[in-house]
Each structure stands twice: as C-alpha cells, then as structure tokens.
C-alpha cells in the first residue's frame, strides 16, 4: 500500500481557550486502509475530522491528500475541491427529495451509482423518502451519495451512532464488504471502541487533541501504551509488574507512577486452591459474582487489591469461595 493521507503536526484552538482541542496530531493513513480515531467526548477526533475534510481551518501543520497539499502555512483547498467527501453523522439526506433524487443528486456517473445502489441492496428504495426508510437503510443512502463521486477517502463521523443495538452488527459488516468491495479508504471517528476494533485496520487513540497510541486493535487492546487506552477498550486489570516481573508488555501508569500490566479479565487462568497446588499465583477470597450471558465475571480480593475475572458460566464459584489466579497470556 502507498500513503495517501499524510498529517503532520496539526493543531486547533478554539476562541481564547487556551488548551488546544487539536495539539501537534500527526499520522498517515495508507491507500485502502480503513483508520478509526476514538477517544472520549472533547479528545478531539471530531475536529480533526473537520480539519481534513476542510470544515475547519487548523492554526498550524500541513496536511497532504495524493501528494497534494491541502492545508498549510500558505495553502488552504476548500471542502468542495478536496478529493475526499465527509458522510456527517446525521446523515445530511435532504428530507424533500427521494433515495433516487438524494444519490444522483449533481451526479453524473449514472451507471457507478446504479452498480453502488445494487451492492448496498437500496435498489428497491428508490422512489422512498429518508423518512420511510430505517437508520441502517438512510446511512446506505449516505454512502452512496458519498462514494458516487469515486472519491480518493470517506470521512465519517460516528457512522453506526444512531442505529439501534441489533441493527449495529448487521451494518457494521456491511460497510466493512462495501469498503473491500469498492477498495475505499475511508477514515471514521468514533467513540464506540467495538467498532474500531471490529472495522478498522488501525486505531488512533487520542486524549485531550493529543494522539496518544497509534496501532492495530489487537495491538491497542492487548498492548496499550498507557492507562487511558487500556480503559478506553474495556474493562482491564493493572497489576504492579513487580508482582509478574515476566509480563510481555508494561508501561508506567500515570496515576500510581508504578510499571504496569494490563491483564483483561478473559487473560486469568483460574482454579480452587486445591487445584493450584505449589504453582504461584494470586491467591485470593471471590467478593462477588455476576452473570454477564457469556460468562461469569467475578472480583476475587488480593491483598490491597480487587481483580476482575471472568470464568464460565457453568462454573460453580460463589462469594467467600478461595481462588487462585495465574496470568494467561497465550
């Protein structure tokens, strides 16, 4: 793959605030990658986003779209002659006009958006207004609006936030078969970390308009870099690494100011302490039990500390029962 998106040292304050709500951001994102940024509400991913579809102009750095500078010192391309188009988080459908009038609309390759109407399957919704139509359904409408025009990347900003909970799934796969199919490289900010680790081929982390982690969701959920990311995909154990002085990964927890590990609650081997036998492990007291559907999760008291677990449903543990747990890297 070759770049296509090249950011470097953007940043953007807003008004007299002084913190930047973007701050030195750099990062690439290569020819038929799919990149998410995530973060927490005010880390600054949606202004980025803004920045490089050409919303917003950044304070200072450069930004480069196929080799073409699109933002700089002295260089500032508009929206609408930047190679790229942004599918905004509403959807921006206009509410007076049919699917068919909607994705045609100041287009002119007919037989491109036909082909893109069968793939997304909104062939039979045409002569359908956006509001005869569901969320999942408005968003393909959007898409294909925005990919008609073949452009080089698709912004989107939090595409699956208005679908319902059993709608998510089913359209979080279709957009990732529509961006293979169609080889798009598209670029989506989202606070929703399942759909970056499900979609994206990497992740940037940011905290604060900084970007705090850039790596692939294995990477960012199995290594992260600081306290921050490791919270931000999911429920986590930070251990003293003293306390597993042979963990593969650690890094200095902010807060504690100690070397830690980052251990999920699937990574513990756990079993009774009859079964532990001699092997050292952390041995502690169950303090509570909760059903989770698929699986069992349970905080067992170690000393000064609390470590979430999760065991199988069918596991017979109960609170006050004496466990032992080991770290399970594979």
């Not at 399942?194 to 992740?203: K, L, T």
């Amino acid at each position: 793959m070759s770049e296509l998106l090249a950011v470097r040292e953007v940043s953007k304050t807003f008004g007299s605030n002084n913190r930047p709500a973007v701050d030195k951001v750099s990062f690439e994102c290569q020819r038929g990658e799919v990149l998410a940024i995530v973060g927490g509400s005010g880390s600054g991913k949606t202004t980025l986003l803004r920045i490089i579809a050409g919303l917003e102009i950044p304070d200072a750095g450069e930004i480069s779209l196929d080799g073409k500078r699109i933002n700089g010192p002295t260089d500032f391309l508009p929206p609408e002659k930047r190679d790229c188009t942004l599918v905004f988080q509403d959807y921006a459908l206009f509410p007076n006009m049919t699917v068919e009038q909607n994705v045609f609309f100041g287009k002119t390759a007919k037989q491109q958006v036909q082909k893109l109407l069968e793939l997304t399957k909104i062939s039979s919704l045409k002569k359908r207004y956006p509001h005869e139509i569901s969320g999942g359904e408005q968003q393909r409408v959007a898409l294909v609006r925005a990919l008609a025009t073949n452009p080089s990347l698709v912004l989107l900003d939090e595409p699956l936030s208005h679908l319902d909970p059993e709608l998510r799934d089913s359209v979080r796969a279709e957009l990732i078969n529509l961006f293979r199919e169609t080889e798009t490289t598209a670029l989506f900010v989202s606070h929703d970390t399942e759909d970056a680790m499900a979609m994206a081929d990497r992740v940037i982390v940011m905290r604060d308009g900084k970007n705090v982690q850039v790596g692939t969701p294995t990477e960012i959920y199995s290594r992260p870099k600081n306290r921050y990311a490791a919270l931000l995909f999911g429920k986590t154990n930070l251990i003293p690494l003293e306390l597993i002085p042979d963990a593969p990964h650690h890094f200095r927890d902010e807060r504690s100011e100690e070397q830690v590990v980052s251990i999920r609650p699937h990574e513990w081997m756990v079993m009774d302490k009859d079964s532990a036998g001699s092997k050292q492990g952390f041995e502690g007291r169950v303090s509570s039990v909760h059903y989770k559907g698929t699986h069992l999760e349970i905080k067992i008291e170690f000393n000064a500390m609390q470590i979430l677990a999760n065991v199988e449903t069918s596991s017979p543990v109960k609170e006050g029962d004496e466990l032992t747990v080991f770290p399970n890297f594979g």
